[in-house]
């Protein structure tokens, strides 16, 4: 579902200067508001996160962020999600062990070790999650893959409007896009589109991950946890995100400018054509 630019931004008159000329022009800039995430199981409340994202719809957010922090499986783990201003509440469905992630888990410091443990490298993070590396048969092809992101960029209207937020969205072997999520950062778009996943409880193992922002570590480990096969972007990917990916099973694929592209990991989805 899309957002509405409208909630989601606000006019201001700005300056506008080119060279030493200025005029007086009414500009729109996202609007961003904190939102503080309260979980709370058999054995008490934690204080899980605070994040500063736009104001429309939340729930796929927070639905996401605990996903890929490994919080909870799916939505039947959320008994109940309450949003009352800047304050979510989540009523966990069943205790356990969350208690113990709550406890030890510190999403708010975007580190690839926050998610699965006390890891600090990434192969040791990703170690720690114990997942098996993605084994997905799913295939999408470059020209596929090209679609996506054009079709993102252009159902982008909160950044078509302002300039100020990242898009991902989720996108089948044709390239055609099911969900697309924006907000003001690129780990709140990539956990809004899980979230719309998840409550959609598709397979994220026949999809893929398409997005604007930069491929991290902790960005990569979000799409490993989910078990999505397939990540591409604009944007460049980092040592990190590549050494993650490698070892997560995912094919990795960045600077996705036109017909052009770069596939750091995993080839063998991507009907590449050697020159």
Same mark, same amino acid.
């Given at each position: 579902m899309?957002?509405?630019?409208?909630?989601?931004?606000?006019k201001?008159s700005?300056?506008?200067?080119?060279?030493?000329?200025?005029?007086?022009? +009414?500009?729109?800039? =996202?609007?961003?508001?904190?939102?503080?995430?309260?979980?709370?199981d058999s054995?008490?409340?934690?204080?899980?996160?605070?994040?500063?994202?736009?104001?429309?719809?939340?729930?796929?957010?927070? &639905?996401?962020? &605990?996903?890929?922090?490994?919080?909870?499986?799916?939505? @039947?783990?959320?008994?109940?999600?309450?949003?009352?201003? +800047?304050?979510?509440?989540?009523?966990?469905?069943?205790?356990?062990?969350?208690?113990?992630?709550?406890?030890?888990?510190?999403? $708010?410091?975007? &580190?690839?070790?926050?998610?699965?443990?006390?890891?600090?490298?990434?192969? *040791?993070?990703? +170690?720690?999650?114990?997942?098996?590396?993605?084994?997905?048969?799913?295939?999408?092809?470059?020209?596929?893959?090209?679609?996506?992101?054009?079709?993102?960029?252009?159902?982008?209207?909160?950044?078509?409007?302002?300039? @100020?937020?990242?898009?991902?969205?989720?996108?089948?072997?044709?390239?055609t896009?099911?969900?697309?999520?924006?907000?003001?950062?690129?780990?709140?778009?990539?956990?809004?589109?899980? @979230? +719309?996943?998840?409550?959609?409880?598709?397979?994220?193992?026949?999809?893929? &991950?398409?997005?604007?922002?930069?491929? $991290?570590?902790?960005?990569?480990?979000?799409?490993? =946890?989910?078990r999505?096969? =397939?990540?591409?972007?604009?944007?460049?990917?980092?040592?990190?995100?590549?050494?993650?990916?490698?070892?997560? @099973?995912?094919?990795?694929? *960045?600077?996705?400018? *036109?017909?052009?592209?770069?596939?750091?990991?995993?080839?063998?989805?991507l009907?590449?054509?050697?020159?």
């Amino acid at each position: 579902m899309e957002l509405n630019p409208l909630t989601n931004t606000r006019k201001l008159s700005i300056l506008r200067c080119e060279e030493e000329a200025c005029i007086e022009v +009414q500009d729109m800039v =996202v609007r961003e508001t904190g939102l503080r995430i309260i979980v709370a199981d058999s054995e008490g409340e934690e204080n899980f996160a605070f994040v500063r994202t736009i104001p429309e719809r939340p729930r796929p957010l927070i &639905l996401g962020l &605990l996903f890929t922090t490994r919080i909870i499986t799916g939505p @039947g783990d959320v008994h109940k999600l309450v949003v009352k201003n +800047q304050l979510a509440k989540v009523r966990l469905a069943d205790a356990c062990a969350m208690h113990e992630k709550l406890t030890t888990l510190r999403p $708010t410091a975007r &580190l690839v070790s926050g998610v699965c443990g006390p890891e600090e490298s990434v192969l *040791g993070a990703w +170690q720690a999650c114990d997942l098996p590396p993605i084994t997905s048969s799913f295939s999408i092809t470059p020209i596929a893959i090209t679609h996506a992101i054009r079709h993102l960029n252009a159902k982008m209207d909160i950044y078509r409007a302002t300039g @100020g937020t990242h898009g991902a969205a989720l996108a089948d072997a044709k390239g055609t896009l099911h969900f697309i999520a924006e907000d003001v950062g690129r780990h709140n778009a990539v956990d809004r589109v899980i @979230g +719309q996943g998840l409550e959609a409880e598709i397979n994220f193992e026949a999809t893929a &991950l398409i997005c604007s922002g930069r491929l $991290t570590s902790d960005l990569v480990l979000k799409a490993a =946890v989910a078990r999505i096969p =397939v990540v591409a972007s604009i944007s460049a990917a980092v040592d990190s995100g590549i050494e993650l990916a490698d070892a997560a @099973g995912i094919s990795l694929v *960045g600077f996705v400018r *036109g017909a052009r592209m770069n596939v750091y990991t995993h080839p063998n989805r991507l009907a590449i054509v050697a020159a």
